[in-house]
T-cell receptor, first 118, second 109 residues
Framework: GAVVSQHPSWVICKSGTSVKIECRSL??????MFWYRQFPKQSLMLMAT?????????EQGVEKDKFLINHASLTLSTLTVTSAHPEDSSFYIC??????????????FGEGSRLTVL | GQNIDQPTEMTATEGAIVQINCTYQ??????LFWYQQHAGEAPTFLSY??LDGLEEKGRFSSFLSRSKGYSYLLLKELQMKDSASYLC??????????WGAGTKLIIKP
C-alpha cells in the first residue's frame, strides 16, 4: 500500500512554545491530506483538511490561528501547534488518499505524533 | 445529524469468533470502512464496503446492508494480536468520513 510518513513520532515541549509536525506521502502525490487528533480512549477527531496550494479547511471548534497548516507541495503537509499548552497534549495523526492508484478511497495514515506539553 | 454507533468494548476468547456491529446514519452514503488501531499506533485499513454483502479477507470479513444502515466486522480464529480498537467509518454524500468511537476488543487466552 501507499506510505505516509509522519515526523516526529514523539515530541515534548514547554508550555508556550510551538511545535511543527510533518506529514509526507512517500510514494504518491496527495493534493489533500487530513489532520486528526486523538485523545486517550477516544476516536479520531478530524481537525482540518489540508489542500495543496490553498488554505486548509478547519472543522468547527478548531482554532486555525493555533493549528497552522501548510501544504506547500503534493507530498508534504505540516501542522504547527503554536503556543502549545498542556491541554494540546494529544496524538496527532495525518492521512491521505492515494487517488492516483484508483483505489477504493482507503485512507493511508502516518505513524502519528504524540505531543506532550509540559 | 450524522452518526456512527458501535459497541464500546467487547471481550472474546483466543481461537473463537467475534462480530463487531456498526450502525450508521449519514447524509447520503458512499461506503463504509473498518480500521484496526492498536494502542498508541495509527489506524490500519481492514476493509471497505460499498455494495451489500459479505467480503472476506482471510480471517477478517466485513458485511454491509445499506437498507438497514448496518455493517459488521467478523473476526475468526482470534489471536492475541487481534486485541485492538476497531473503528467503523462511513462516507457521506460529500465523501466526508464520519468516524465511530471505536470498539475495544479484548482477547483472553
Amino acid at each position: 500500500g501507499a506510505v505516509v510518513s509522519q515526523h516526529p513520532s514523539w515530541v515534548i515541549c514547554k508550555s508556550g512554545t510551538s511545535v511543527k509536525i510533518e506529514c509526507r506521502s512517500l510514494d504518491f502525490q496527495a493534493t489533500t491530506m487530513f489532520w486528526y487528533r486523538q485523545f486517550p480512549k477516544q476516536s479520531l477527531m478530524l481537525m482540518a483538511t489540508s489542500n495543496e496550494g490553498s488554505k486548509a479547511t478547519y472543522e468547527q471548534g478548531v482554532e486555525k490561528d493555533k493549528f497552522l497548516i501548510n501544504h506547500a507541495s503534493l507530498t508534504l503537509s505540516t501542522l504547527t501547534v503554536t503556543s502549545a499548552h498542556p491541554e494540546d497534549s494529544s496524538f496527532y495523526i495525518c492521512s491521505a488518499h492515494d487517488v492516483g492508484r484508483g483505489e477504493t478511497g482507503e485512507l493511508f495514515f502516518g505513524e502519528g505524533s504524540r505531543l506532550t506539553v509540559l | 445529524g450524522q452518526n456512527i454507533d458501535q459497541p464500546t468494548e467487547m471481550t472474546a476468547t483466543e481461537g473463537a469468533i467475534v462480530q463487531i456491529n456498526c450502525t450508521y446514519q449519514t447524509s447520503g452514503f458512499n461506503g463504509l470502512f473498518w480500521y484496526q488501531q492498536h494502542a498508541g499506533e495509527a489506524p490500519t485499513f481492514l476493509s471497505y464496503n460499498v455494495l451489500d454483502g459479505l467480503e472476506e479477507k482471510g480471517r477478517f470479513s466485513s458485511f454491509l446492508s445499506r437498507s438497514k444502515g448496518y455493517s459488521y466486522l467478523l473476526l475468526k480464529e482470534l489471536q492475541m494480536k487481534d486485541s485492538a480498537s476497531y473503528l467503523c467509518a462511513g462516507y457521506d454524500s460529500n465523501y466526508q468520513l464520519i468516524w465511530g468511537a471505536g470498539t475495544k476488543l479484548i482477547i483472553k487466552p
